[in-house]
């Protein structure tokens, strides 16, 4: 698909990163890390890596905003519009963990709904990734092994990849290779986990944190996680990642799965969250 004029406009003066243009593409209006010379490069790599197999996202027309290219220190910054094929299926947004401040009053109702709200949001997110194959997984850990051969670096935000369950693993918005860049191999497993399992499960968090959690969802976050655990080991091993590092990597999200979690019924959720904050305000004061 082609930038025309009134693409590029609409692209100049959307309020976010990225819009949606149709099923296939967005529109992007964002910076990328390099030189205006180097983004020719840039997108030719892109297309060399999807032409050979790896599932990404790439730019199909641009244009630069004049004047906005800029260097800091070493590297160069460019910024313009661009439409890219879009990337279907889900993504994790940031970090979901409720934070409650001191001396702040709260309706806890309010509190626990939104709680709530996001912690079955994320359960329901990973029971989707479970649903990946264990080919998709194979797949997407051996696009990740290969994707710096074709000069661009994964930038493993868990916001750069999303899941279908009918397609699979696409990653975007990576990153030019730099003179000097080793990939960082030893990290891939952490980087692959965190690639599905995001920022974790939502925590309430005051001057401590805790997951407080029903039975049905616990058992249900459970469940998700030892499915996609066993396919994301899998398909590390068979991409011939050392054990230790895929141990660690897994580990990191799964350790914490018991970690500050308290089991409670449904309807006492609120009363936790008001125990949580307002007793820790009582020993500040
Ligand atoms: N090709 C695409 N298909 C679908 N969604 C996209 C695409 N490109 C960008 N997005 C959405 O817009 C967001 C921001 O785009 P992008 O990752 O390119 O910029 P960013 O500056 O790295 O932002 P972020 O910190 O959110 O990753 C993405 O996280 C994603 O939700
Ligand atoms: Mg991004």
Same mark, same amino acid.
């Given at each position: 698909?082609?930038?025309?004029?009134?693409?590029?406009?609409?692209?100049?003066?959307?309020?976010?990163?990225?819009?949606?243009?149709?099923? /296939?593409?967005? $529109?992007?209006?964002?910076?990328?890390?390099?030189?205006?010379?180097?983004?020719?490069?840039?997108?030719?790599?892109?297309? *060399? +890596?999807?032409? /050979?197999?790896?599932? %990404?996202?790439?730019?199909?027309?641009?244009?630069?905003?004049?004047?906005?290219?800029?260097?800091?220190?070493?590297? +160069?910054?460019? *910024?313009?519009?661009?439409?890219?094929?879009?990337?279907?299926?889900?993504?994790?947004?940031?970090?979901?963990?409720?934070?409650?401040?001191?001396?702040?009053?709260?309706?806890?109702?309010? !509190?626990?709904?939104?709680?709530?709200?996001? $912690?079955?949001?994320?359960?329901?997110?990973?029971?989707?990734?479970? %649903?990946?194959?264990?080919?998709?997984?194979?797949?997407?850990?051996?696009?990740?092994?290969?994707?710096?051969?074709?000069?661009? !670096?994964?930038? =493993?935000? =868990?916001?750069?990849?999303?899941?279908? *369950?009918?397609?699979?693993?696409?990653?975007?918005?990576?990153? =030019?290779?730099?003179?000097?860049?080793?990939?960082?191999?030893?990290?891939?497993?952490?980087?692959?986990?965190?690639? !599905?399992?995001?920022?974790?499960?939502?925590?309430?968090?005051?001057?401590?944190?805790?997951?407080?959690?029903?039975?049905?969802?616990?058992?249900?976050?459970?469940? +998700?996680?030892?499915?996609?655990?066993?396919?994301?080991?899998?398909? %590390?091993?068979?991409?011939?990642? /050392?054990?230790?590092?895929?141990?660690?990597?897994?580990?990191?999200?799964?350790?914490?799965?018991?970690?500050?979690?308290?089991?409670?019924?449904?309807?006492? $959720?609120?009363?936790?969250?008001?125990?949580?904050?307002?007793?820790?305000?009582?020993?500040? %004061?």
């Amino acid at each position: 698909m082609l930038l025309t004029d009134e693409l590029f406009e609409r692209g100049i003066n959307q309020k976010e990163i990225c819009s949606v243009i149709d099923d /296939n593409y967005v $529109l992007l209006h964002k910076t990328m890390p390099c030189s205006d010379e180097e983004l020719t490069e840039y997108i030719n790599n892109m297309k *060399k +890596a999807k032409k /050979n197999g790896i599932d %990404l996202s790439c730019i199909t027309d641009y244009k630069l905003q004049s004047g906005a290219t800029h260097t800091f220190g070493k590297i +160069a910054y460019t *910024k313009g519009v661009f439409i890219e094929e879009r990337a279907k299926g889900i993504t994790h947004d940031g970090n979901t963990d409720t934070y409650l401040r001191p001396n702040k009053e709260y309706n806890y109702e309010e !509190v626990a709904r939104k709680y709530l709200y996001d $912690l079955t949001s994320y359960i329901e997110k990973l029971e989707y990734f479970a %649903l990946g194959t264990q080919e998709m997984y194979d797949k997407f850990v051996s696009d990740y092994v290969n994707f710096s051969k074709y000069n661009i !670096v994964i930038d =493993p935000k =868990p916001t750069n990849f999303f899941f279908d *369950k009918d397609i699979g693993f696409t990653i975007i918005d990576p990153i =030019p290779k730099h003179n000097g860049y080793k990939d960082d191999i030893e990290y891939f497993p952490s980087y692959i986990a965190g690639a !599905v399992f995001g920022y974790g499960c939502p925590y309430v968090s005051a001057e401590k944190s805790r997951r407080f959690i029903t039975m049905d969802l616990l058992i249900r976050l459970n469940n +998700a996680t030892m499915n996609i655990v066993n396919k994301l080991t899998t398909a %590390l091993r068979k991409n011939n990642l /050392n054990e230790e590092d895929i141990q660690k990597g897994i580990q990191r999200f799964t350790g914490r799965i018991g970690y500050n979690t308290e089991v409670i019924d449904i309807n006492d $959720l609120s009363d936790c969250i008001k125990y949580l904050h307002t007793n820790e305000q009582e020993k500040s %004061l």
